[in-house]
């Protein structure tokens, strides 16, 4: 199925691959990232500022995360035993705002892995202050300064890969090659957790900050090219109407025994982003 799509200027594209030409062919594919840094570098390393000044969804987004993510815990002790040393990779972690409000209180160790140093760095002090509110057995460990494309995990070191509003920066092909990388790094019965904007029809590509918003069967076919399957997906609730609508699917390198992803809504394209 061909994905068209349009960008911020209006201008459309009747493939997703007639866009990706203009923009990556050739030596276009490291302007692409470096530009996309170099936005981000400009930003303020404050929750205003990673949430593209709507800092006011944070609960709302964490609650919303926890509520999807208990259940799929309960799945990994339920088939790793009670005991189980739960960790956890922060990819596009930003100022680590989903690490210290979310991942800490559920998994023994967390990587945070950010292309942003300056964002990277708040994320260090927030997490190793001695004000952070978190036992011994809870602690982010590893912090990479490291773009997302290029990351390569220890082997077998992850239970849940999460993933949020950063892999709308990647190209199609760089998409799939970070996730068939990053399947080493599960480990048996691990998830991938993939939080994302989702554009009503094809894509819309963002020529401020080089982003691209999928639809939702747009990343149904790059996740076939993964050899991912969705094992859960839910929408988030309670946004503003005038942001993109909001989905997070849990990704499991095996079929699932029981997949029955629920049927969501259909949302319009918005004119405001999460950044």
Same mark, same amino acid.
């Given at each position: 199925?061909?994905?068209?799509?349009?960008?911020?200027?209006?201008?459309?594209?009747? %493939?997703?691959?007639?866009?990706?030409?203009?923009?990556?062919?050739?030596?276009?594919?490291?302007?692409?990232?470096?530009?996309? $840094?170099?936005?981000?570098?400009?930003?303020?390393?404050?929750?205003?500022?990673?949430?593209?000044?709507?800092?006011?969804?944070?609960?709302?987004?964490?609650?919303?995360?926890?509520?999807?993510?208990?259940?799929?815990?309960?799945?990994?002790?339920?088939?790793?035993?009670?005991?189980?040393?739960?960790?956890?990779?922060?990819?596009?972690?930003?100022?680590?705002?989903?690490?210290?409000?979310?991942?800490?209180?559920?998994?023994?160790?967390?990587?945070?892995?950010?292309?942003?140093?300056?964002?990277?760095?708040?994320?260090?002090?927030?997490?190793?202050?001695?004000? $952070?509110?978190?036992?011994?057995?809870?602690?982010?460990?590893?912090?990479?300064?490291?773009?997302?494309?290029?990351?390569?995990?220890?082997? &077998?070191?992850?239970? $849940?890969?999460?993933?949020?509003?950063?892999? &709308?920066?990647?190209?199609?092909?760089?998409?799939?090659?970070?996730?068939?990388?990053?399947?080493?790094?599960?480990?048996?019965?691990?998830?991938?957790?993939?939080?994302?904007?989702?554009?009503?029809?094809?894509?819309?590509?963002?020529?401020?900050?080089?982003?691209?918003?999928?639809?939702?069967?747009?990343?149904?076919?790059?996740?076939?090219?993964?050899?991912?399957?969705?094992?859960?997906?839910?929408?988030?609730?309670?946004?503003?109407?005038?942001?993109?609508?909001?989905?997070?699917?849990?990704? %499991? %390198?095996? $079929?699932?025994?029981?997949?029955?992803?629920?049927?969501?809504?259909?949302?319009?394209?918005?004119?405001?982003?999460?950044?």
């Amino acid at each position: 199925m061909e994905i068209a799509g349009v960008d911020s200027d209006g201008r459309e594209f009747k %493939t997703a691959d007639e866009m990706w030409r203009e923009h990556v062919a050739d030596h276009k594919r490291v302007d692409w990232y470096r530009n996309g $840094v170099g936005y981000w570098q400009g930003v303020e390393a404050s929750v205003e500022g990673v949430l593209g000044g709507y800092g006011s969804v944070s609960d709302a987004d964490i609650k919303a995360s926890e509520a999807f993510l208990k259940p799929l815990l309960s799945e990994l002790l339920v088939n790793g035993g009670s005991n189980r040393h739960l960790v956890s990779l922060d990819c596009g972690c930003g100022i680590g705002r989903v690490t210290k409000n979310l991942l800490i209180r559920y998994f023994n160790e967390v990587d945070l892995l950010e292309p942003v140093p300056h964002f990277l760095e708040a994320a260090r002090q927030s997490l190793t202050s001695e004000n $952070v509110a978190v036992v011994d057995e809870h602690k982010a460990v590893n912090f990479y300064c490291t773009p997302l494309q290029e990351f390569i995990p220890e082997p &077998g070191r992850y239970d $849940v890969i999460w993933v949020q509003w950063c892999i &709308g920066h990647l190209t199609d092909d760089d998409f799939v090659s970070f996730f068939k990388s990053a399947k080493a790094g599960l480990k048996p019965g691990g998830f991938f957790i993939l939080k994302e904007n989702i554009a009503r029809n094809g894509f819309v590509l963002d020529k401020e900050d080089y982003s691209v918003t999928r639809s939702h069967p747009y990343f149904l076919q790059l996740f076939q090219r993964c050899g991912l399957h969705v094992h859960k997906i839910k929408d988030q609730k309670e946004f503003p109407k005038e942001l993109f609508a909001v989905k997070m699917y849990a990704l %499991t %390198t095996e $079929v699932p025994k029981r997949s029955n992803p629920s049927r969501t809504r259909s949302h319009a394209n918005r004119p405001a982003l999460i950044k």
